[in-house]
């Protein structure tokens, strides 16, 4: 079964306190790995799409990575601005354009 | 206006009534999307329509019907909907194919009393 798993649930740093967060997915064929930002009450809004393992992607403090089995969002240096949650969704070759998506990670950056 | 957007943003509604959601895409995609939102549960897909035409019904009730007359506008009709179907509703857009991003319009808050 297609599964995408993120970790923590949430997370709470001060402002500046770089870290990661984790996209862990088990699905065969994959097409298509994507990041999006959600503030409360609001639509996702897209960040980035990774496809193959080893690629890199970067905006702002966010940077995000792909490997065979997981991704990770960095943030670096985060700001207040940065609190939001942040989902995580799969796309494979079974789906079509259907998205997989996580539990979502909810970030809390405090000043 | 740009982007994807969705009316109303809010919506009350009893058990008896019958309703619509309306959703608006202005960026020259042929794939749209439904979404269910409740909390603490992953976005949920509930209809798929590529070039008008529906793809994908995940097994959503048939207290939801959806319509999609042209490639840029999308409609879910509701209709004797349960406690349970309140959640955030998400419309979203895409280029039809694999590997292509969904934009996400900014919902529908609904409340079924």
């Known amino acids: 079964e297609d599964q995408v798993t993120q970790s923590p649930e949430a997370l709470r740093l001060q402002e500046g306190e770089s870290s990661s967060l984790n996209c862990s997915y088990t699905?065969?064929?994959?097409?298509?790995l994507f990041w999006y930002r959600q503030d409360p009450g609001k639509g996702p809004e897209f960040l980035f799409t990774?496809?193959?393992a080893g690629e890199e992607k970067e905006k702002e403090r966010l940077k995000a990575t792909l490997t065979k089995k997981e991704s990770f969002l960095h943030i670096t240096a985060p700001k207040p601005e940065d609190s939001a949650t942040y989902l995580c969704?799969?796309?494979?070759?079974?789906?079509?354009?259907?998205?997989?998506f996580g539990a979502g990670t909810i970030l809390r950056v405090k000043s | 206006e740009t982007g994807v957007t969705q009316t109303p943003r809010h919506l009350v509604m009893g058990m008896t009534n019958k309703k619509s959601l309306k959703c608006e895409q202005h960026?020259?995609?042929?794939?749209m999307y439904w979404y269910k939102q409740s909390a603490k549960k992953p976005l949920e897909l509930m209809f798929v329509?590529?070039?008008?035409?529906?793809?994908e019904n995940n097994s959503v009730p048939s207290r939801f019907s959806p319509e999609c007359p042209n490639s840029s506008h999308l409609f879910l009709h509701l209709h004797t909907l349960q406690p349970e179907d309140s959640a955030l509703y998400l419309c979203?857009?895409?280029?039809?194919?694999?590997?292509?991003?969904?934009?996400f319009g900014p919902g529908t808050r609904l409340t079924v009393t």
């Open positions: 979203a857009s895409s280029h039809a194919g694999v590997g292509n991003e969904q934009y």
């Open positions: 699905v065969s064929g994959l097409r298509g």
């Open positions: 990774l496809y193959s």
């Open positions: 969704a799969v796309q494979a070759e079974k789906l079509g354009n259907k998205l997989v």
């Open positions: 960026l020259g995609h042929n794939a």
């Open positions: 329509y590529n070039f008008k035409e529906q793809t």
